[in-house]
């Protein structure tokens, strides 16, 4: 808890605790203070708290480094127990195995087909339940379907697994799809509860002009209505992204044929090869790895700020 | 900032009677659009084939002797009496309560600590920041392989090179310290999250209630435990009640740490109920799934009570 401290008292007084502004790297800060009053000085940069967090990030940076510097490792090198050490030579042959064992194009195919149909059906399903909620709210069977809905919020998977389990097999959803669903289905409560405090704070009278020019519910809802859910649909969207992608309790459950396993699944093949295959195994789990990275890198800013609107909005 | 709790509170029967009297005063009569209900019965429907109706058949059959297929017979509540009794499963709820008592709170202090830091005057926030939160978008079990093989190889070679005698064996064979491990692995896929929730709480606090406060002479310390906690007390129930649905439910990262081992040591509920689909006592395995969601709706309702009024707005 130290770095929650804030050290000597003189830097409390000229900006305590919370850096509002984050201003704009580099010009912000170095104009000197905002305060006219020139009573105050100046505050530099925090250095102690900025090396602490640097320290911070190598708990995050040190594993995957670890994994990137295995996966290039030849076999014999990577048995050697040393996994700190840089690869010595560089040898991509652990991706080529690595792309055979898991057939890697099939199962990245299926893991992203899963999250597509996750994805969409969490964006159709919650954002229409979640403005006809909104907009009938005076009535007791729309305003109960939320609380219904939001029951899901309480009820982990494992609680449902076993008849689920039975039911997709019994109406041959047992693959790839009937995956894709419960994904969707796991992602409605949280869904619903995001769009329903955004739409409240949508002004209404946007879709009353429009309902005086003429248009249908639908039409506004399509036109009007989803345009304005922008930020959220990006949110929404990519939770749904990233909770299927990532996930291996439900498809290696509900998944009958190990042919159609997603990405995170078929990795355990290494488990039983892990003897003498470190390289192949960190190669297929940085090629696991990357696509969510990669996603992150592009989309940080909806990721963050889909955490921050989920907190505060909800 | 307004912050209300993400989950449903229904439980205020002053809210639904004024909106019924409202319906009744003005919309009487007013039947709602055909295309309300179009919009919100597709998820309704989904929601109950998928999830409401498999779990009220599940908790149906923990009634009974039903094996998964075939015949049964009603038992009434002889298998919810055998569970109280089973050292296999008392053992797997000490084991799971325990672990999430453990890394919420772990999680919770070192994500504060973090988002305290990083909203300091510090240089590189962005970059700090983007880095700590990579975790979250990390598939549980790719990051759980990695870590079992940081445990099992890299943590022993490099504890022997330095004659540190307790770490030279991996922890994760070890049937009293395994947990420390699925602990370690659970709370650095969690933190991320928490600690963006968080950074969005401590951004909200305007930075006049800290001048006003240092100038009346108070510590960073106690700046921190007067003004802020108070302040960011809804954040708090937010990731402690997010947090430890999670943790309840946990079955990828210990799957791809321990598979529950050594012995059952580390098995959690999660993993013992799924047992029931290949070990023949699916219905004893969902009077088990039954208890564990009465648990886990007891333990949210707890959270919320000891948080309700605690929460300071401003």
């Not at chain 1, 984050?22 to 000085?41: D, L, Y």
């Not at chain 2, 978008?137 to 504890?159: D, H, R, W």
């Amino acid at each position: 808890m130290s770095a929650v401290q804030q050290g000597p008292a003189q830097e409390s007084a000229a900006r305590p605790g919370v850096d509002r502004s984050r201003p704009p790297r580099g010009g912000g800060r170095a104009s000197g203070p905002r305060r006219p009053s020139g009573a105050r000085r100046p505050a530099g940069p925090n250095w102690p708290v900025t090396v602490l967090l640097g320290l911070a990030t190598l708990t995050v940076l040190v594993p995957l480094y670890v994994t990137v510097s295995m996966a290039f490792k030849t076999s014999e090198q990577a048995a050697d127990g040393n996994a700190l050490s840089l690869p010595a030579p560089f040898d991509g042959s652990g991706f080529v195995e690595a792309w055979q064992l898991t057939r890697f194009p099939v199962s990245f195919g299926i893991s992203l087909g899963v999250a597509l149909l996750a994805v969409v059906l969490t964006l159709f399903l919650s954002s229409l339940a979640a403005y006809a909620i909104v907009r009938n709210w005076d009535r007791r069977f729309f305003r109960w379907s939320l609380f219904y809905l939001l029951a899901a919020l309480f009820l982990p998977f494992p609680v449902v697994a076993l008849p689920q389990i039975q039911l997709t097999a019994l109406v041959g959803l047992d693959g790839p799809v009937g995956v894709g669903i419960l994904h969707a289905m796991f992602q409605l409560a949280f869904s619903v509860l995001l769009y329903s405090a955004y739409l409240r704070s949508l002004p209404i009278e946007l879709e009353e002009s429009a309902r005086i020019d003429g248009a249908s519910t639908w039409q506004i809802f399509w036109r009007v209505v989803l345009p304005l859910l922008g930020p959220m649909n990006a949110t929404v969207g990519i939770f749904a992204f990233l909770a299927s992608w990532n996930d291996f309790m439900m498809p290696s459950l509900i998944t009958a044929d190990p042919a159609l396993q997603t990405l995170p699944v078929v990795q355990n093949i290494f488990q039983s090869q892990f003897g003498t295959n470190y390289n192949v195994a960190f190669a297929s789990y940085l090629m696991a790895m990357a696509p969510t990275i990669v996603v992150y890198l592009f989309a940080q800013r909806w990721v963050i700020s889909g955490v921050t609107q989920g907190a505060v909005k909800s | 900032m307004t912050l209300q709790t993400p989950l449903p509170t229904p439980v205020d029967p002053g809210l639904d009677r004024r909106a019924a009297a409202s319906t009744r005063r003005a919309g009487h009569g007013r039947r709602p659009e055909l295309i309300w209900y179009v919009f919100l019965v597709p998820a309704l429907l989904a929601f109950t084939a998928f999830v409401v109706a498999p779990a009220a058949v599940g908790i149906f059959y923990s009634f009974t002797d039903y094996v998964g297929y075939g015949q049964w017979e009603f038992l009434g509540l002889s298998n919810y009496a055998a569970l109280f009794t089973d050292p296999r499963i008392l053992d797997s709820y000490g084991f799971t309560l325990g672990f999430a008592l453990v890394t919420v709170v772990l999680a919770q202090v070192v994500a504060l600590a973090l988002a305290v830091a990083l909203t300091r005057r510090i240089r590189f926030a962005p970059a700090l920041r983007g880095v700590l939160v990579i975790p979250m978008v990390l598939s549980g079990i790719v990051v759980a392989y990695v870590f079992a093989f940081l445990f099992s190889n890299t943590l022993p070679a490099l504890a022997t090179s330095v004659g540190f005698g307790p770490l030279e064996a991996s922890i994760l064979g070890d049937p009293d310290l395994a947990w420390l491990a699925i602990v370690i692995v659970s709370a650095w896929q969690t933190i991320p999250g928490a600690l963006l929730v968080y950074t969005a709480g401590l951004t909200a606090i305007p930075a006049e209630v800290y001048e006003a406060s240092s100038l009346d002479g108070a510590t960073a310390w106690k700046q921190f435990r007067l003004i802020t906690l108070p302040l960011i007390t809804g954040f708090v129930l937010i990731n402690t009640i997010l947090g430890v649905k999670g943790y309840l439910g946990a079955y990828d990262v210990i799957v791809g740490l321990t598979a529950g081992g050594p012995g059952t040591a580390t098995s959690s509920v999660a993993m013992t109920i799924f047992s029931g689909f290949t070990g023949g006592d699916y219905a004893y395995q969902m009077a088990n799934a039954t208890i564990f969601f009465i648990v886990t709706v007891v333990i949210s309702l707890i959270q919320l009570a000891v948080t309700r009024g605690r929460s300071v707005r401003l």
